[in-house]
């Protein structure tokens, strides 16, 4: 099948600092890529829907301003969590398509902010 | 939008007994239904999926139902083994090319005992 790979798997940050998340397609193109959240014992929420070369559709409750998602090519997405808090502390996960049904998900970055 | 309820949240059977994990979803223009595993810290995994034109999938020790009028779908695990305990989450989509927008259910935490 195909790869999604998303870096980094986990990142400790200060409170207050950004973090960036990276998620590549590394076989196929992605005109569009999903952004998660999950927190511990729960199950995924739709964050974000990132479009190559136009801006990011996010789902309501999520503020935009807060997590920036940047899709410049057809296989990076990014996601940068700005002025991080512990209440942001999650596992965050990318998925793409690449035209088939079946989504790719990327390994996962878990976020711990202290 | 899309919900999709999930049932049971917790399941444990014996080593070779079946399970079976039970989901609605509200939204008719639903076409296609995965069923993912997932370990503690990892992504997801697909195990099986079914698009709305079949009413049942097998694969080997892993079947899934959908029926379209009632608007629900069931994971079936037959002769279930140590190596079945994990999370299994039911999700719903509408597949159209570039991107699947999925909407999770809220996981059933899987364990089977010796």
């Known amino acids: 099948g195909a790869v999604v790979s998303q870096h980094p798997s986990w990142v400790i940050c200060k409170s207050g600092t950004s973090v960036k998340i990276e998620c590549r397609s590394l076989?196929?193109?992605?005109?569009?890529m999903f952004w998660y959240r999950q927190f511990p014992k729960q199950s995924l929420m739709l964050m974000a829907t990132?479009?190559?070369?136009?801006?990011?559709?996010?789902e309501q409750g999520v503020e935009k301003d807060k997590f920036l998602i940047n899709h410049a090519s057809l296989t990076l997405s990014t996601l940068t969590v700005t002025s991080a808090h512990p209440e942001d502390s999650s596992f965050y996960i990318c998925s793409a398509n690449g035209g088939f049904a079946e989504a790719f998900f990327g390994q996962g970055t878990r976020l711990t902010v202290v | 939008g899309e919900n999709v309820e999930q049932h049971p949240s917790t399941l444990s059977v014996q080593e070779g007994d079946s399970a079976v994990i039970k989901c609605t979803y509200s939204?008719?223009?639903?076409?296609?239904f995965p069923w993912y595993k997932q370990e503690l810290g990892k992504r997801p995994q697909l195990i099986i999926d079914i698009r709305s034109n079949v009413g049942e999938k097998k694969d080997q020790r892993i079947a899934v139902t959908l029926n379209k009028t009632a608007k629900h779908f069931s994971l079936h695990i037959t002769e279930t083994q140590p190596e079945d305990s994990a999370v299994y989450f039911c999700a719903a989509s509408i597949s159209a090319g570039g991107g699947n927008k999925l909407t999770f259910g809220t996981g059933t935490q899987l364990k089977v005992e010796l």
């Open positions: 939204d008719s223009a639903s076409n296609y």
């Open positions: 990132s479009n190559e070369g136009s801006k990011a559709t996010y």
């Open positions: 076989d196929f193109q992605a005109t569009t």
